[in-house]
């Protein structure tokens, strides 16, 4: 397609849309790749508002000839989600239930809604939709409907096909019609083609329930109903664009028993599912004990509950039966138990322990994104299934088969059904490795097929597994599948190369042709070879970063969930940030979209980055954007003029130590930015929002009140080991010491010797937050002289400022890696809840117990940096000991240090303190304490809520 006919096609979509139309190179970026391999570069991205909308869009693609692949939340693994076309993000508007009838157990609703949306919609209701994949809380039914898509409660439920009832689509040929029972004839030439083939499609399709690959022309038989609708779903989006969904919905089990059974490895779980399916459990899911190690090294040992004693375990669910009650479910349960075959067993009723289990298996496809050795594993055979009663012997064969190629994964899946998820080691990274990797594939293929198998169980064959179906099909059923897809759709119009005519499995891969970027002047990105290409491709675009994770305690991804736009969320940045390595080198002369570090797109991209580590945590493959954008700003901006908030927020100790280091200069400088119309014109000369209130510099350093404090204490110190040094940060130093006061206190209430050094230092958080790197070593540098023979003393430096104590724990060695001080101050770096309620004693002969805060409310507000770096749960454990009643809000602020003062950022900074903060705080009685360890947390909610802040040291000094 010419440059011309490119801009035209833009022209047309723009006249008759009234959604999105995105043609520009970041946007294309975003949507080149979904949760697979590949990278297929799109012409145009359209969000349609509505079905005439997508009436619109669609017939302009078939006017102009571009082909088109509808999309949702672009998680499939097969990439059946990309096209070199028109991609249409149903997501983005046409995300609603439309209707439920709660005595029909039917519901309406529109492709791009949310699973989880779906769910709570209905469950007022005491319903749900049968099939829950784990991706539930940001996959879109469409997408569902596109991979025929499972989950764990397919057992008992059934696949999204078994469960949907009428389908509103358009076909190839612009031809609109509702798909049911009996609609054959809405398709001409479909009825006597199924008449013809009758005994091909009996014989070789619907052989088993997890049958996905290819399409599922069995529906289409008399005795199935010739049910057009059934057979739609998994069709990939080669047939038809799906517009709406009649769906089934079914009860609720109430309080539903998990059994969790151990077993010496993976085969033999699998050898006793046929025994467990005959008790009717709604979920068999089978874990490895890697896998749970995985969990536990990422999300610490709380994270796993007891299991009984296996390197391989099933998780087996058993629900009520009409007009049983709670004994009846755990009698089923311990007689399913008994039929495991094996020892370890253990029923667990509904609760937290049953729900931390099933976390373990939802989050498997992220955490399976890397083998347990940190080497990237990938999608691509993650879905094949075998009748489950052959299952034990299939993951003996392939086991050896990954044995004899070196190749490693994490096996896990629907041990029920006998589907087997797992991402392997595959050596993707360089191009010598295509061709290995194409050979275990088809190996891993001929081996399915010989078990009499499926190569896709739940998530559709897309460009991963299509050209391989000549292995599972004999010609005449492909010949088959090629009549069906002209029948829809003749000119090949919709989502091309996948099911039909299918493109090779190892054309347009994304990682071999990602060149490596090595480290350079800034992060040493230790963890990813060096490589700055390796760190981004850590995301395999699951997309938990699209999801709201809040209830769980998520933090990520705050400004998506404030714009719900693929640009503002971890995965759609991680993109343009692989498609930025792709091209750097080369200056986008091979193809690639961006060719430059300062390139417009990667600017757009990363703006509205609040740099709150969260995906760092909260994403499962660790894909940690805050330091990529500080990386991508440090090259961009080497050695060149910089935006005047760099200069101002960026080096904002710099300027605060100036205001402070002269005696009543800071109470003149207070009461100046106090006059509002001064301030405006500082904040909007210095690039900031005028709506910004100015901060107030401290009127006395924390620094010069302890040695004031200390010139006139007179008391003995302490023995060596109970000494502990209590760092002040430059935001503590200049801005707000109360927190640090009050920490000398509580420190020394609890039996310790508070060090403080002589001279302050500053850990270069806002020079790292902005990408001035080479400003952020100097004062790292600086900081190990004087915290460094602490650390190398043995003694714990406790931080105030929990994204200044943070930076040491992560940034710190990744800056200076080759100085053996910053691994030893990093481990000696805690916070003030950590030293307090660590398992030894801190005074002589006993523990230091906390205040008592009984009846006291706080509505607590962790600092992004400290959930994600740190973690919360120690400051969580002591205010439980203490007796406080606590609200714990999840996500972001919206402050984010210099984020949310800067032009253009104030609308999304406030969007976001409405996800969690502003509520809570507007909620909140007047004695309720605002807790907030973080000097930006105190400040958004003083800005924008009228509502003061509180340090934890505060709290436990009595200082509320």
């Known amino acids: 397609m010419s440059t011309a006919t490119i801009r035209d096609v833009v022209a047309e979509l723009r006249a008759a849309v009234d959604g999105e139309v995105d043609a520009s190179d970041r946007r294309r970026a975003e949507y080149s790749t979904d949760a697979s391999n590949y990278r297929v570069v799109p012409?145009?991205?359209?969000?349609?508002?509505?079905?005439?909308?997508?009436?619109?869009?669609?017939?302009?693609?078939?006017?102009?000839?571009?082909?088109?692949?509808?999309?949702?939340?672009?998680?499939?693994?097969?990439?059946?989600?990309?096209?070199?076309?028109?991609?249409?993000?149903?997501?983005?508007?046409?995300?609603?239930?439309?209707?439920?009838?709660?005595?029909?157990?039917?519901?309406?609703?529109?492709p791009g809604v949310v699973m989880s949306d779906l769910q709570a919609v209905a469950k007022p209701h005491g319903l749900r939709f049968g099939p829950d994949p784990s991706t539930q809380n940001r996959a879109t039914l469409g997408g569902m409907i596109g991979n025929n898509a499972c989950g764990p409660h397919a057992v008992a439920y059934g696949r999204t096909a078994d469960n949907t009832r009428e389908l509103d689509v358009v076909d190839g040929t612009g031809r609109r019609l509702t798909a049911g029972a009996g609609s054959l004839d809405a398709v001409p030439g479909l009825t006597e083609l199924v008449h013809s083939e009758l005994a091909t499609i009996r014989t070789a399709l619907g052989r088993f329930k997890r049958q996905v690959s290819g399409y599922s022309l069995e529906h289409l038989l008399p005795e199935h109903g010739n049910d057009l609708a059934k057979m739609l779903v998994g069709s990939e989006g080669t047939l038809v664009t799906v517009l709406g969904a009649a769906v089934d919905l079914v009860p609720v089990p109430a309080a539903p028993v998990v059994v969790a059974l151990g077993y010496p490895d993976m085969p033999s779980a699998a050898d006793a599912v046929p025994a467990l399916l005959e008790h009717e459990p709604l979920a068999v899911e089978g874990i490895d004990a890697r896998l749970v190690d995985v969990v536990r090294r990422h999300k610490g040992d709380a994270a796993v509950p007891d299991l009984p004693d296996g390197a391989g375990w099933l998780l087996v669910e058993v629900g009520a039966r009409e007009g049983e009650n709670e004994d009846d479910v755990l009698a089923r349960a311990r007689a399913l138990a008994a039929a495991g075959g094996t020892g370890a067993a253990a029923v667990v009723p509904a609760g937290a322990q049953a729900d931390a289990l099933w976390r373990i298996r939802a989050d498997g496809a992220g955490l399976g994104g890397r083998t347990p050795s940190g080497v990237p594993a990938w999608p691509g055979w993650e879905d094949a299934a075998v009748p489950p009663e052959r299952l034990g012997d299939y993951l003996r064969d392939f086991e050896a088969l990954m044995a004899?190629?070196?190749?490693?994964?994490?096996?896990?899946?629907?041990?029920?059904?006998?589907?087997?998820?797992?991402?392997?080691?595959?050596?993707?990274?360089?191009?010598?490795?295509?061709?290995?990797?194409?050979?275990?594939?088809?190996?891993?293929?001929?081996?399915?097929?010989?078990?009499?198998?499926?190569?896709?169980?739940?998530?559709?064959?897309?460009?991963?597994?299509?050209?391989?179906?000549?292995?599972?099909?004999?010609?005449?059923?492909?010949?088959?599948?090629?009549?069906?897809?002209s029948l829809f759709d003749p000119d090949g119009h919709l989502n091309p190369g996948v099911l039909v005519e299918p493109r090779p499995i190892e054309a347009d891969l994304r990682r071999p042709h990602a060149r490596p970027t090595l480290a350079r002047s800034g992060f040493a990105f230790l963890e990813d070879g060096g490589d700055l290409t390796t760190a981004v491709h850590r995301c395999t675009g699951v997309g938990k970063c699209r999801a709201d994770t809040s209830a769980a305690g998520g933090f990520m991804c705050p400004s998506y969930l404030a714009t719900k736009d693929e640009k503002d969320v971890t995965r759609g940045r991680a993109r343009v940030l692989q498609e930025l390595v792709r091209g750097a080198g080369s200056g986008g002369a091979d193809g690639s979209l961006i060719g430059s570090w300062d390139s417009p797109a990667v600017a757009e991209s990363l703006d509205l980055c609040l740099s709150c580590k969260a995906c760092g945590t909260d994403c499962p493959t660790g894909t940690d954007v805050a330091t990529y954008k500080s990386e991508v700003l440090h090259r961009a901006y080497r050695g060149r003029l910089r935006p005047r908030t760099h200069y101002l927020l960026g080096q904002l100790p710099r300027w605060s130590g100036l205001v402070t280091a002269v005696p009543g200069l800071a109470r003149v400088t207070n009461a100046l930015l106090g006059v509002r119309p001064l301030a405006r014109l500082v904040l909007a000369a210095g690039g900031m929002d005028s709506r910004r209130q100015m901060v107030s510099f401290a009127e006395e350093r924390f620094s010069r009140w302890a040695r004031t404090r200390r010139a006139g204490d007179a008391s003995p110190r302490s023995e060596r080991d109970r000494r502990v040094v209590l760092w002040s940060d430059s935001f503590t130093e200049t801005l707000d010491g109360a927190g640090g006061r009050a920490a000398v206190t509580v420190l020394e209430q609890a039996g310790y010797d508070v060090v403080i050094p002589d001279r302050s230092a500053c850990c270069g958080l806002t020079w790292i937050t902005t990408g001035q790197l080479d400003g952020a070593k100097k004062r790292l540098a600086d900081l190990l002289e004087v915290l460094g023979p602490y650390a190398a003393d043995g003694v714990p430096i406790v931080g105030i400022e929990p994204s200044c104590t943070a930076a040491l724990r992560s940034d710190l060695v990744e800056l200076l890696p080759d100085d053996p001080r910053s691994r030893e101050v990093a481990r000696a770096v805690r916070t003030l809840a950590e030293l307090l309620t660590a398992p030894e004693p801190t005074g002589p002969g006993q523990r230091w117990q906390p205040p008592s805060l009984e009846g006291l409310e706080v509505v607590a507000q962790p600092h992004c940096h400290h959930h994600s770096v740190m973690g919360w749960e120690a400051d969580a454990a002591l205010l439980t000991k203490a007796g406080a009643r606590v609200t714990r809000l999840a996500g972001c602020c919206g402050l984010a240090g210099n984020f949310g003062m800067e032009q253009g950022h104030y609308d999304t900074s406030v969007a976001v303190a409405e996800?969690?903060?502003?509520?809570?705080?507007?909620?909140?009685?007047?004695?309720?304490?605002?807790?907030?360890?973080?000097f930006s947390c105190r400040t958004q909610a003083e800005h924008l809520a009228g509502r003061r802040g509180v340090h934890l040291a505060q709290l436990l000094a009595g200082q509320v």
């Open 404 to 485: 004899d190629g070196s190749i490693d994964g994490l096996l896990y899946g629907h041990f029920g059904d006998g589907c087997i998820h797992v991402r392997l080691d595959l050596p993707l990274a360089t191009p010598e490795g295509v061709g290995p990797s194409r050979e275990f594939l088809e190996a891993a293929a001929d081996l399915v097929a010989s078990y009499g198998g499926s190569f896709s169980g739940e998530h559709g064959d897309g460009r991963a597994r299509s050209a391989l179906l000549p292995r599972m099909y004999a010609p005449e059923v492909l010949d088959l599948f090629g009549r069906v897809k």
């Open 43 to 110: 012409q145009v991205v359209v969000a349609p508002r509505d079905v005439d909308d997508a009436l619109a869009a669609l017939d302009v693609s078939r006017r102009t000839g571009v082909p088109v692949t509808a999309r949702g939340a672009g998680t499939s693994v097969a990439g059946n989600a990309v096209g070199t076309g028109m991609v249409l993000d149903f997501s983005r508007h046409m995300n609603r239930v439309l209707d439920l009838d709660p005595q029909a157990r039917t519901a309406v609703v529109q």
């Open 915 to 934: 996800n969690a903060l502003l509520p809570a705080l507007r909620e909140a009685g007047p004695d309720t304490v605002y807790l907030a360890d973080g």
